[in-house]
């Protein structure tokens, strides 16, 4: 009788009786990674995101180090590879209130099926576009992919309280960030070089993104069904409606609004540096792929290292009381690669084996490792704050909100990008502009978070 119960639980949409942890203690990560309710939504969300940045980055490398690109200037590239990370960010402003709308009154894990089985087809057109090289609908469907994760993000962050403990939800949320953040390298790290192979590369990557699309497919069907939120809400048509209501909602939590804009600073510097880095080693370093790929990796293990670290420092307690420290190591290291970067090698693009020989690049690959570092540990308890502040029955909406405040930021960085580009700005240069802003940022940060690191160090000297 037990086990027809289960059925019929599934069947009908409701929780299973083990969805929410009961333990008193502190999990750690390696104890939240293995658990069977958060396994399923964390293997599904690393493929999605690799999935998606494999296809969006084999595109950034078709026009920027492929045979694409030797049909268009200089500038021409640089805008393309501007407008691709555009295509993947306007769904998130478009469709994020909507989606959030629709996790709350639908069932997450149902939609996530569905969100899964398009991705199959999106990721099939893709493909051929690869293979017939048609620039249009590579841009069409890296469209489409971005409104497929748009969809699915508020469910995921929706899911996270119902399937772990309040005190496992920072350390839950660094996994999910850290998987994020690896599949977001490792996607790019795959996509550039499966692209860029002299033979088969884009039957190649079909066939990869293929597997597994439908791999996560599988994987998403051991997700445990949770409770709806709200059934009983009206869904408009009109997706601007939905805009609208959700920052009325996050209006009337003043505390959660200020946590979203202090996150969407972070997506903005992210939509900046991401956007430049592969021409910041194309054109101003002037290094091959090979380079690019190494960069990655070290960003990787930056961002692996800061989210694992950030939950091990605030041992369960969710707050973001280091995130304006975190803010001022990004914008000194990114300052610091404004100021040294220069060509590494004259005429032909420098080998892996160059880099290494030259001294000046152990500096510039230690501050790229260092705004990992700080990023991943910038990040992970503003979604955390998030979830946890936001009243359940708007929970999705308010992730969605963030969602919106996000992809804001992601596309005034781009637009940003467009505007130094006007003026006159190189690579460099930029980068310098960015760092600076980081640090206005953590001013920002410092002033939102009541908790935060500098103000007990002012409130310590006061009293001394």
């Not at 041992?315 to 990114?334: D, F, K």
């Not at 946890?388 to 708007?394: G, M, Q």
């Not at 999705?396 to 130094?420: E, K, P, Q, W």
Request: glycine letters at 8%; proline letters at 4%; hydrophobic letters at 55%.
């Amino acid at each position: 009788m037990e086990t027809s119960h289960k059925h019929l639980c599934i069947i009908r949409g409701d929780s299973l009786p083990d969805v929410k942890i009961i333990d008193k203690e502190v999990p750690t990560i390696s104890k939240i990674v293995i658990m069977k309710r958060f396994s399923a939504l964390f293997f599904t969300q690393f493929l999605t995101s690799f999935n998606d940045n494999f296809f969006k980055n084999a595109i950034v490398a078709l026009l920027t180090f492929g045979l694409i690109s030797k049909g268009y200037d200089d500038g021409t590239k640089q805008n393309l590879v501007v407008m691709a990370g555009m295509s993947f960010v306007v769904p998130y402003f478009l469709f994020s209130a909507l989606a959030g709308k629709l996790a709350d009154k639908y069932d997450r894990v149902l939609q996530v099926r569905l969100i899964k089985l398009s991705e199959i087809i999106i990721l099939g057109i893709g493909g051929y576009a690869f293979l017939i090289e048609s620039v249009p609908l590579m841009f069409a469907m890296l469209f489409l992919m971005g409104t497929h994760s748009t969809f699915f993000s508020p469910i995921k962050f929706g899911l996270l309280p119902a399937y772990l403990h309040k005190n496992a939800l920072v350390g839950g949320n660094a996994l999910i960030e850290m998987a994020t953040f690896m599949a977001i390298i490792l996607g790019t790290i795959a996509g550039t070089q499966v692209i860029l192979l002299p033979k088969h590369g884009a039957e190649i990557a079909l066939a990869t993104m293929g597997i597994l699309a439908i791999l996560g497919y599988l994987i998403c069907l051991k997700m445990p069904r949770a409770p709806i939120a709200d059934k009983e809400m009206h869904v408009s048509k009109n997706p601007f409606a939905h805009i609208m209501e959700v920052f009325g909602l996050m209006r009337a939590y003043p505390q959660i609004l200020k946590y979203i804009v202090a996150g969407g600073w972070f997506w903005f510097f992210a939509a900046v540096m991401m956007t430049l880095f592969p021409l910041y080693i194309k054109d101003t370093l002037n290094m091959n792929k090979d380079v690019y790929t190494l960069f990655l990796v070290l960003f990787s293990v930056g961002v692996g290292i800061g989210s694992v670290l950030c939950a091990k420092i605030l041992a369960g307690s969710i707050s973001a009381r280091y995130a304006a420290l975190m803010a001022i190591l990004m914008g000194v290291a990114t300052i610091d690669i404004g100021i040294i970067s220069q060509p590494l090698v004259i005429g032909e693009a420098g080998t892996l084996a160059q880099l290494l020989d030259i001294p000046i690049s152990w500096r510039i690959m230690f501050d790229f490792t260092l705004i990992s570092t700080a990023g991943g540990a910038y990040i992970v308890p503003f979604f955390a704050l998030v979830q946890d502040l936001s009243p359940n029955k708007i929970k999705s909406r308010m992730i969605a909100g963030n969602n919106v405040v996000n992809a804001i930021a992601m596309t005034t960085g781009a637009l940003y990008i467009f505007l130094l580009k006007y003026i006159g700005l190189d690579i460099a240069q930029m980068m310098f502009c960015t760092g600076v802003l980081s640090l206005l940022g953590a001013l920002i940060v410092h002033l939102v978070t009541p908790d935060c690191f500098f103000s007990r160090l002012i409130g310590r000297a006061k009293n001394h």
